[in-house]
């Protein structure tokens, strides 16, 4: 069975321009997540899917940063424009999510972005 | 509000010695989630285990074994005879009832050859 996949694994792009992840998660899970791990800290979430809709973005800074995941499958993260400040690896993790069941989140390689 | 700590930041081990990873977690939800996760230096977290709160029971897995116990909010990991290749970052995580996961910030192993 094929893992989370992400796309590109690395990215350096200066400062103001735009840059977008893409992720597809494993096949069958209906919830997907973005995180964002800044160097020797632990994954921070961004936003999570159920299905189509983001259920929790409450992290996500929607200045810059914009996420969709149409047909519930595939998502994209995008950041515009991007600062210093977002150099980090943005993880995509999957689970499938049953009434009263919480699955386990199973993580992509992630993209390692580096803001010039 | 939930909370995992990971007080070790980092730990040097010779090859072959047993290492144990300190996980302690904070919730006020009465039914949660427990999770192990390797990083290595490749980047992707690679899940290890999930332990639910009403399951007390130590469990091993060839080298690895976890002890969890609610008595002190602990989940603790295990590597016996540990080798070269289980250098890794390894995360503690808590999922309650909001299934948003809270991540510790991580404890570097490296095992010297």
């Known amino acids: 069975e094929a893992g989370v996949v992400q796309s590109p694994r690395y990215k350096i792009i200066e400062k103001k321009q735009p840059v977008a992840f893409w992720c597809n998660p494993i096949?069958?899970?209906?919830?997907l997540y973005w995180y964002r791990q800044n160097l020797g800290q632990g994954p921070e979430l961004l936003i999570r899917?159920?299905?189509?809709?983001?259920?929790?973005d409450s992290q996500l800074p929607k200045d810059r940063f914009s996420a969709e995941r149409l047909k519930g499958v595939d998502s994209t993260l995008k950041i515009q424009p991007a600062e210093l400040g977002d150099s980090a690896v943005y993880l995509c993790?999957?689970?499938?999510?049953?009434?009263?069941?919480?699955?386990?989140?199973?993580f992509g390689p992630g993209t390692r972005l580096t803001v010039l | 509000a939930q909370k995992v700590t990971q007080a070790q930041t980092e730990i040097s081990v010779v090859e072959k010695e047993d290492v144990t990873l300190d996980c302690v977690y904070e919730?006020?939800?009465?039914?949660?989630?427990l999770f192990w996760y390797k990083q290595p230096p490749s980047g992707e977290l690679v899940f290890l285990i999930r332990?639910?709160?009403?399951?007390?029971q130590n469990e091993i897995s060839g080298r690895y074994s976890w002890n969890f116990q609610k008595s002190t909010s602990s989940f603790n990991f295990t590597i016996t005879a540990s080798q070269v290749v289980d250098s890794a970052v390894y995360f503690c995580?808590?999922?309650?009832?909001?299934?948003?996961?809270?991540f510790g910030t991580g404890t570097s192993l490296t095992v010297i050859p």
């Open positions: 993790a999957s689970s499938l999510l049953t009434s009263g069941r919480r699955g386990t989140q199973y």
């Open positions: 096949s069958g899970h209906n919830t």
């Open positions: 899917y159920e299905n189509e809709e983001a259920v929790d």
């Open positions: 919730t006020r939800d009465t039914t949660y989630y």
């Open positions: 332990r639910n709160s009403f399951d007390e």
């Open positions: 995580a808590l999922s309650g009832y909001s299934n948003q996961f809270y």
